[in-house]
T-cell receptor
Framework: GDSVTQMEGPVTLSEEAFLTINCTYT??????LFWYVQYPGEGLQLLLK?????DKGSNKGFEATYRKETTSFHLEKGSVQVSDSAVYFC?????????????FGKGTKLTVNP | GAVVSQHPSWVICKSGTSVKIECRSL??????MFWYRQFPKQSLMLMAT?????????EQGVEKDKFLINHASLTLSTLTVTSAHPEDSSFYIC???????????FGPGTRLTVL
């Protein structure tokens, strides 16, 4: 079945450091890929998405490129801020067969220190 | 916009009792809502998909008689955990799909503890 594997956390960085959170996937079809962010005490929010190979999703300085050859969708940000501290979830949606099901990774907790 | 609320945010109950969790889309209509369960340090696992006015579709391994889902209107879905036991203790999260899009908006979750 479909699955998502993302790097184990927690990740602790200093402000203005470079961030990479790795995410790889396994899917039978041609999935859409997502990054969700969960700030403390809040629900998951869509951060960015890509729907086909070589698409780049971007938002709030975060980027991720859909790499079909490596089945990856790594999240990057050039300079993190304290306000980026949150849990980040990689997810896929394999719409083959009309399913809307989202399959999530385990989440990576990011802490950014001043 | 696109805010989803859940009530209650946390609940503690005795073993054998039933607990109802509400999920509301506050500023949009949601023909489809989803219920997830999250264990500590684990990913969200989809439990069921509910469409307004029809029966929910449960994922494999989820007991439909234990986790009753009702989606009576375009803005409200409820999850009732019947005869709860300690192993049902978990974080339950709902999401709602904005009509005519593929984007899901998530609620903040409900922490259930069964004693």
């Amino acid at each position: 079945g479909d699955s998502v594997t993302q790097m184990e956390g927690p990740v602790t960085l200093s402000e203005e450091a470079f961030l990479t959170i790795n995410c790889t996937y396994t899917a039978t079809g041609y999935p859409s890929l997502f990054w969700y962010v969960q700030y403390p005490g809040e629900g998951l929010q869509l951060l960015l998405k890509a729907t086909k190979a070589d698409d780049k999703g971007s938002n709030k300085g975060f980027e991720a490129t859909y790499r079909k050859e490596t089945t990856s969708f790594h999240l990057e940000k050039g300079s993190v801020q304290v306000s980026d501290s949150a849990v980040y979830f990689c997810a896929l949606q394999d719409s083959q067969g009309g399913s809307e099901k989202l399959v999530f990774g385990k989440g990576t907790k990011l802490t950014v220190n001043p | 916009g696109a805010v989803v609320s859940q009530h209650p945010s946390w609940v503690i109950c005795k073993s054998g009792t039933s607990v109802k969790i509400e999920c509301r889309s506050l500023d949009f209509q949601a023909t489809t809502m989803f219920w997830y369960r999250q264990f500590p340090k684990q990913s969200l696992m989809l439990m069921a998909t509910s469409n307004e006015g029809s029966k929910a579709t449960y994922e494999q391994g989820v007991e439909k008689d234990k986790f009753l889902i009702n989606h009576a209107s375009l803005t409200l879905s409820t999850l009732t955990v019947t005869s709860a036991h300690p192993e049902d203790s978990s974080f339950y999260i709902c999401s709602a799909r904005l009509r005519y899009t593929d984007t899901q908006y998530f609620g903040p979750g409900t922490r259930l503890t069964v004693l």
